[in-house]
């Protein structure tokens, strides 16, 4: 365990809320860290330094950064858990896995050097994929550290229970909620880690009637009251466009392609290859799985569309949304040859910038990187799926409840909670037998909150409305 020295956590405290203080100041002394928090909560924000820390501590190739999802890792600059641990979805043992892994010294290699493993939206991830990489990481360790979780690699997990739970995971399934397993409870619930909960509340703070709103969503104590509220906003009429918010991806290429086609100027389509680094004909699929998470190969764009960034650009954050203005072509010379370069000049409202293209690489399980796919970082904007905005805040946001199924538990909070205020939100079709929380969930947290000190009510917890 490396204690962070109080001059080192002094200078990157300032401007965090107090539950984010303390969440710093756990991570710094060492321990395994699971952190908790609403939507808007500042996750993100503590994600950002806690990295940053522990890059200066052990350089970057001691940190990891993962999450289960490529388009949730593609946000933090990270790499699918997956790809980190060089395997595929197949369902196997952890016995089967650690064989795999085994076989590859270079990925054991890699694995024993990560001193931090940061892991975002991991209350996406079952337990049953928990319990096999924390067993590869114990197994692969040096013989004196297998007893001790992950093989002593300090382990941060960041998410929030009562949002969007793992596909096919629900209270009675067979496979579990990532923290429903003794490979959970033996790295953040013993002497070697703990839970902490952040109680701040960031994105929603302009507009409290919103926040308390969300809260009864998240909480699943929403009433007709609530409900009514939120389907007023159908009224809403928005200055700028609005991002539609869609379960399947199929509903969210459709809207996205009719908006684009009734735009009269001309296309302007950026194609992409992907570009592997490796022969081996398994670590090629993986990768290009992988940059399908989160790149297209082909991105058409036309003057006046709607995008959304999914790169950070100078000093506009991924997840903001902006119109193309224009489509630009500038000659550069690379190894003594003229070559033309496009780019997009984008309005995102308080500053007008050139998005140029940018690499998405894709690692194996040794950090190497294996592919890489040179695309432009946009996304057209009328409409993307709720999983892929999860971790985004949209401008403006429409839902309407009656054209998709929403079956998943805290999907509706995870859908509402994109928008910073009511004014930002356009609903309708929302009934409460779409709001689904799992009782699961909602008793592991309220336990953590206690555990933490935090009263359930001074998190947002309401009373139950009618």
């Keep these: 365990m490396v204690v962070m020295n109080e001059e080192s956590v002094a200078a990157i405290v300032p401007e965090l809320d107090g539950s984010q203080q303390l969440a710093l100041q756990r991570f710094c002394q060492g321990s395994n860290l699971a952190l908790f928090g609403r939507a808007g909560s500042g996750k993100s924000e503590m994600l950002r330094r806690m990295i940053a820390v522990a890059h200066g501590k052990w350089g970057a190739d001691a940190v990891a950064v993962a999450a289960l999802a490529g388009s949730a890792s593609s946000l933090i600059g990270g790499q699918t858990l997956h790809s980190l641990f060089g395997m595929d979805t197949r369902p196997l043992s952890r016995e089967m896995w650690l064989r795999d892994v085994l076989r590859r010294p270079h990925v054991c290699a890699r694995l024993n050097n990560i001193r931090v493993l940061f892991v975002d939206e991991v209350c996406s991830i079952p337990s049953s994929l928990l319990d096999r990489f924390g067993y590869v990481m114990r197994r692969i360790a040096a013989p004196h550290m297998q007893h001790v979780p992950f093989g002593g690699c300090q382990v941060v997990a ?19 909620m990532v923290f429903d397993c003794c490979m959970w409870r033996t790295t953040f619930e013993g002497h070697h880690g703990v839970v902490s909960c952040l109680t701040g509340c960031h994105r929603q703070s302009g507009d409290m009637e919103f926040q308390k709103l969300l809260d009864r969503v998240r909480w699943g104590r929403a009433g007709d ?21 869609r379960i399947r991806k199929v509903a969210v290429q459709e809207i996205n392609q009719m908006k684009l086609s009734a735009i009269n100027t001309p296309e302007h389509t950026f194609e992409a290859t992907d570009v592997f680094l490796t ?9 290009a799985a992988t940059l399908r998470g989160c790149v297209d190969l082909v991105v058409t764009l036309k003057q006046s569309a709607v995008v959304i960034l999914t790169r950070k650009v100078q000093d506009v954050v991924p997840g903001s949304r902006g119109v193309v203005r224009e489509v630009i072509t500038r000659e550069l010379v690379i190894d003594d040859r003229v070559c033309q370069v496009k780019g997009v000049m984008c309005d995102f409202g308080s500053r007008v910038v050139e998005v140029s293209i940018a690499r998405f690489p894709a690692y194996n399980s040794a950090g190497v990187e294996v592919a890489y796919c040179d695309q432009v970082p946009l996304l057209l904007g009328w409409a993307i799926t709720v999983h892929r905005a999860q971790g985004l805040t949209l401008d403006a946001v429409e839902i309407d409840f009656r054209l998709d199924t929403w079956s998943t538990c805290g999907l509706v909070y995870t859908a509402l909670s994109r928008a910073r205020s009511l004014s930002a939100l356009r609903v309708r079709g929302l009934r409460r037998d779409l709001i689904r929380v799992s009782r699961l969930a909602l008793a592991y947290y309220e336990s953590c909150l206690r555990e933490s000190g935090v009263a359930p009510e001074d998190d947002g917890r309401p009373s139950i409305e009618a």
Excluded: M, Y
Aim: hydrophobic share 35%; proline share 6%; charged share 30%.
């Design 158 to 176: 960041v998410g929030d229970p009562l949002q969007a739970a793992p596909v096919k995971v629900t209270d009675t399934s067979v496979d579990r």
């Design 225 to 245: 009251a609530t409900i009514n509220r939120i389907n007023d906003t159908w009224e809403t009429r928005f200055t700028c466009t609005v991002t539609k918010l």
């Design 279 to 287: 022969d081996d004909p398994r670590a090629q699929k993986q990768a």
